[in-house]
């Protein structure tokens, strides 16, 4: 069974590879930071208390993020497996995570941590265009859509994401190796997790990823 964690700091190429995996895999991509730009531009409450963390670079609290989860986690489509990007990332979210699916019989079959260096995650951030429609993930200069400014998944208008400012990037990165960084031992400890290097390029990350799939399957 494929119940996917996909882990790293800002920019190590998670939602780029969530694209490929949901598009070869066929399982449910669950975004926490994709469900709350959702809730943002929904102007729900859980959107509204969300915006001011985010816009910062700061993580959005535990309850209301494990709250979002555990409510997605139990729908119907995650029976056949699912891909959590961007989730848990935080010692309390892990723990939520661990009783929730031992409730729910949907227990973790695998941590794909991908890494990455500061310079290059800067480098890629900071050139980071994204879909205003479906939210897949170009770069201005290593991965252009076909036409400029256009996504070449649903045709959506391309846009930089509020939060790809180095300002808000400097944040995020001390947010993730202050809180997100003690869940790689956390993982090695219940041999759940895979180590991917970043920077071997888009298709050879891919060709990892599917490499540890076809052995958990
Ligand atoms: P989220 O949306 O999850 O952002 P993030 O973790 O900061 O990750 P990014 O989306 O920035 O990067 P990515 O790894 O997906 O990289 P990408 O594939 O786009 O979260 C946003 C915010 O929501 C958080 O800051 C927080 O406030 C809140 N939030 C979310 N989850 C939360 C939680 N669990 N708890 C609390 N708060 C939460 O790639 C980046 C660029 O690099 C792209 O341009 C891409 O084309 C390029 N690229 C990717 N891979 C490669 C490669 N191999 N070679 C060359 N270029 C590449």
């Known amino acids: 069974m494929l119940n996917i964690i996909l882990m790293g700091p800002p920019g190590a190429g998670k939602g780029t590879q969530a694209k490929k995996i949901i598009a070869t895999y066929h399982i449910p991509h669950i975004s926490t930071g994709d469900m709350f730009r959702e ?6 409450p859980a959107g509204v208390l969300a915006q001011g963390y985010i816009e910062k670079g700061l ?3 535990d309850d209301v993020t494990i709250d979002l989860v555990k409510e997605r986690l139990a729908k119907d489509d995650c029976a056949k497996g699912f891909l959590l990007d961007g989730f848990p ?6 723990e939520a995570l661990e009783k929730l699916t031992k409730e729910i019989n949907r227990p ?14 800067v480098k890629r951030i900071t050139g ?3 879909c205003k429609e479906c939210g897949a993930p170009f770069h201005i200069e290593t991965l252009k859509p076909k036409v400029e400014g256009v996504c070449d998944y649903c045709g959506g208008e391309l846009m930089q994401r509020k939060d790809d400012t180095l300002e808000s ?4 990165l001390e947010a993730y190796e202050n809180q997100t960084l003690p869940l790689v031992k956390f993982y090695e400890d219940k041999k ?6 970043g920077l ?3 298709e050879n990350v891919f060709k990892t990823v599917c490499d540890i799939f076809e052995e958990i399957k």
């Open 200 to 202: 071997i390029g888009l």
């Open 192 to 197: 759940l997790l895979h180590n991917i290097d």
């Open 89 to 94: 990332r935080t010692i309390p979210q892990a």
């Open 169 to 172: 990037l400097a944040v995020r």
């Open 128 to 130: 980071r265009r994204v």
């Open 59 to 61: 993580l959005v609290p």
């Open 39 to 44: 809730a943002i531009a929904a102007k729900t």
């Open 108 to 121: 973790i079959s695998a941590v794909i941590n991908i890494t990455a260096d500061k310079e290059v995650l």
